[in-house]
T-cell receptor, first 112, second 113 residues
Framework: QKEVEQNSGPLSVPEGAIASLNCTYS??????FFWYRQYSGKSPELIMF????GDKEDGRFTAQLNKASQYVSLLIRDSQPSDSATYLC????????????FGTGTKLQVIP | NAGVTQTPKFQVLKTGQSMTLQCAQDMNHNSMYWYRQDPGMGLRLIYYSASEGTTDKGEVPNGYNVSRLNKREFSLRLESAAPSQTSVYFCASIVDTSTDTQYFGPGTRLTVL
């Protein structure tokens, strides 16, 4: 079992719809969770991080964390073509970035 | 990618050649990291440096060496390049562990023939 698993996609959603991206992790000791967006040929860019169970909202983005079920998700409301990218989930087992594991990413396509 | 720079952007090497990838940040960050990204493998940590003068191995350190000579710069050296080291290399820095906000450089695309 991979430490961090994501469906590679592509996930296709129409413009204006809600895109739901999911990530599961295997280490119950994981403490912090991150979502990065990566456009083709570019470097990852941090979108959100979450530490506590529940929802965290930032503009059109909502991160959801459920530690009991070991999953974290990212919702993108009112999806735009500019949201088309690969979304990387990252999980940090301990404080600091020494033990961060990245998923392989989910490719999102927003269809105009 | 503001604040984290990497050179070169592209490089082609022959097997056995050596080279150094340079990374610099002007955000006064303590911690810096080197990752490689391969299709289907995600980002994997090669080495990291929690502070000036310290370095530690990550998940895939074999075949690489690093140097953190000052707070700004963190270099990655391939002593004898192998085709398995063909990858995209990203440098990143983090302002502090309480925020865990990580900034990535633009990357270096390396091909080893």
């Amino acid at each position: 079992q991979k430490e961090v698993e994501q469906n590679s996609g592509p996930l296709s959603v129409p413009e204006g719809a809600i895109a739901s991206l999911n990530c599961t992790y295997s280490d119950r000791g994981s403490q912090s969770f991150f979502w990065y967006r990566q456009y083709s040929g570019k470097s990852p860019e941090l979108i959100m991080f979450i530490y506590s169970n529940g929802d965290k909202e930032d503009g059109r983005f909502t991160a959801q964390l459920n530690k009991a079920s070991q999953y974290v998700s990212l919702l993108i409301r009112d999806s735009q073509p500019s949201d088309s990218a690969t979304y990387l989930c990252a999980v940090n087992r301990a404080g600091g970035y020494q033990k961060v594991t990245f998923g392989t990413g989910t490719k999102l396509q927003v269809i105009p | 990618n503001a604040g984290v720079t990497q050179t070169p952007k592209f490089q082609v090497l022959k097997t056995g050649q050596s080279m150094t990838l340079q990374c610099a940040q002007d955000m006064n960050h303590n911690s810096m990291y080197w990752y490689r990204q391969d299709p289907g493998m995600g980002l994997r940590l090669i080495y990291y440096s929690a502070s000036e003068g310290t370095t530690d191995k990550g998940e895939v350190p074999n075949g690489y060496n690093v140097s953190r000579l000052n707070k700004r710069e963190f270099s990655l050296r391939l002593e004898s390049a192998a085709p398995s080291q063909t990858s995209v290399y990203f440098c990143a820095s983090i302002v502090d562990t309480s925020t865990d906000t990580q900034y990535f450089g633009p990357g270096t695309r390396l091909t080893v023939l």
